[in-house]
């Protein structure tokens, strides 16, 4: 008797993956399902059979089934502000694909263009376009956009009058502080590199700053756009 307990227990846990491998990298999406299949099935909340995928890891974890995710909060909170109080499957929708960073998320059927196309009246590179739903993530990663801080960095008036994404690359991590801003990426005039190198010659701390691998390095010295 003790042999076959002993046997079943190494099937499930083969099934599981956890005998394969040390941590959930390692197991593959469908062997969650292999196990269980009968807890998709009954899902009610929301449903999952026909809408949800099998590859039960897109939004569950293996330590728990509630809640699913983690969801990032600290790029887009969900237990505060707004958006607390929605279901996630009013947002995540499956049928656009897995939800990594979002890619899976209509953010257009609660925020119409009736609704959202008058508040951005004159935002340079607005566009409410139902074949990308998640579109306002590009300027609202966190849910609400702060207002642009024009006291430090002016983009209503003088030569930076460009659309949010040109200088902001979300998926460089955060607007906060300018922290994903570019000012070397997109720029092959005044802003190339090698062109900045040779105007700070007799900048004595420039090679102290200059990191191409940190883009938005100009900040350190001209947080105000120019010196």
């Known amino acids: 008797m003790r042999t076959l307990v002993l046997v079943l227990v190494a099937a499930l846990t083969a099934a599981c993956g956890l005998e394969r491998h040390a941590n959930t990298d390692g197991i593959a999406d469908n062997d969650c399902y292999a196990c269980h299949r009968a807890n998709y099935e009954q899902a009610s909340d929301p449903v999952h059979v026909g809408v949800m995928p099998t590859t039960c890891r897109d939004c569950h974890s ?3 089934w509630r809640p699913a995710g983690p969801h990032p909060d600290a790029a887009f909170p969900i237990r505060s502000g707004p958006h607390a109080a929605v279901d996630c499957g009013a947002c995540h929708k499956a049928a656009l694909g897995p939800p990594t960073d ?3 998320t209509d953010c257009l059927t609660c925020h119409t263009q009736a609704t959202t196309a008058p508040a951005h009246v ?3 590179g607005y566009s409410w376009d139902p074949a990308f739903p998640h579109s306002c993530l590009t300027c609202h990663p966190q849910g609400l956009a ?3 801080p024009e006291d430090r960095f002016p983009i209503a008036s003088g030569p930076h009058q460009m659309p949010c994404a040109d200088c902001h690359i979300r998926a460089t991590g955060p607007n906060t502080g300018g922290m994903n801003t570019t000012c ?8 190339a590199l090698t062109r900045a190198d040779r105007q700070h ?3 004595g701390d420039y090679g102290q700053h200059r990191d191409p691998t940190k883009p938005h390095f100009c ?3 001209h947080p105000n756009g120019r010196h």
Do not use: F, M, R
């Not at 070397?184 to 802003?191: D, K, Q, V």
């Open 201 to 203: 010659d007799e900048v």
């Open 122 to 124: 004159g935002e340079p």
């Open 102 to 104: 979002g890619a899976n």
């Open 184 to 191: 070397i990426g997109c720029h092959t005039g005044e802003h």
């Open 219 to 221: 900040l350190d010295c």
């Open 146 to 148: 702060n207002k642009h």
């Open 62 to 64: 293996q330590i728990a």
